[in-house]
């Protein structure tokens, strides 16, 4: 069933697998309020449907997974600068305490707020003609939930590269699966099969050992991964603060007692 925010659900009782497919082409497969909302829901309705035992998250179409938050979407923010209102905090699974498997077929372009999902999939397959970059610093914007969701899954020079570089330079999939980013590369528009068989390998097995495993990973770096959360909201308020106000910051910095180790 698809809804009227572009989210597509389809649930196989008979393997237990449930392939959840974000589904706005036109748009590259982004995110608008609606969708984020919807995929939320989405998650937490799984928690209770036991006839639902792993799921595969794709797009729709081969030329994008999904392309992060869309431009045209207005997201009200308060007025203190001490909080940040980030419809992609709760898009994933683990957001929504939900610790059953969930595999990513990524189908073409992952890039920016897909690294959201991406992050909180237990492991990612991709089509050979898949993408993976982070576009923030192109456009004078922090990343730092998606540098965060990455650095748990690549080695630190790989997560700054592809954090730098912004648009200038993508990540194939083969060198996505050098890094450890990817776990399989599939030929064609073969991914979503791919993603779905693997699935209903996990989904085939006794639920308690592997919602079990599912959250014993997890609990290997949620401590690391919640202290550097912790820190992206004041990174990001202090990256998009107007100029003038960044420059009375630093200058009142200038002005101060200079740092002394003691």
């Known amino acids: 069933m698809t809804g009227a925010s572009g989210l597509r659900v389809e649930r196989d009782a008979a393997t237990g697998v449930a392939v959840v497919t974000l589904d706005r082409p036109e748009r590259h497969n982004a995110l608008d309020l609606a969708t984020a909302s919807e995929l939320g829901s989405c998650w937490r309705e799984f928690r209770y449907d ?26 009200p923010q308060p007025s203190s600068p001490y909080s940040i209102d980030d419809p992609l905090l709760t898009v994933g699974p683990k957001a ?27 492991f990612v397959l991709a089509a050979e003609h898949a ?11 922090v990343s730092a ?4 969701a990455m650095a748990q899954r690549m080695p630190f020079g790989e997560v700054a590269r592809m954090a730098l570089m912004g648009t ?6 083969r060198r996505a699966y050098e890094v450890g980013l990817v776990s399989e590369v599939v030929a064609g528009a073969g991914v979503r099969a791919a993603a779905v068989a693997a699935a209903e390998t996990v989904a085939s097995f006794p639920t ?3 919602q ?3 959250r014993a990973v997890w609990s290997a770096r949620e401590a690391a991964r919640a202290q ?35």
């Open 208 to 210: 308690a050992a592997v």
């Open 96 to 122: 929504n305490d939900l610790w059953k498997p969930v595999l990513a077929a990524v189908n073409g372009m992952a890039c920016g707020g897909a690294f959201y999902l991406i992050g909180e999939c237990e």
């Open 168 to 173: 200038a330079e993508r990540v194939s999939a």
């Open 50 to 75: 036991d006839t639902v035992r792993a799921v595969v998250l794709t797009g729709a179409g081969e030329h994008a997974f999904c392309t992060g938050v869309d431009r045209a979407a207005e997201v």
């Open 228 to 262: 550097a959360m912790a820190h992206a909201p004041h990174l990001i308020a202090l990256g998009n603060a107007p100029p003038a106000d960044q420059s009375a910051l630093f200058a009142s910095r200038e002005r101060g007692a200079p740092f002394r180790i003691r």
């Open 145 to 148: 939930y998606e540098a965060v």
């Open 212 to 214: 079990g495993t599912v």
């Open 131 to 141: 993408t993976f970059f982070d576009p923030h610093t192109t456009y004078g914007m």
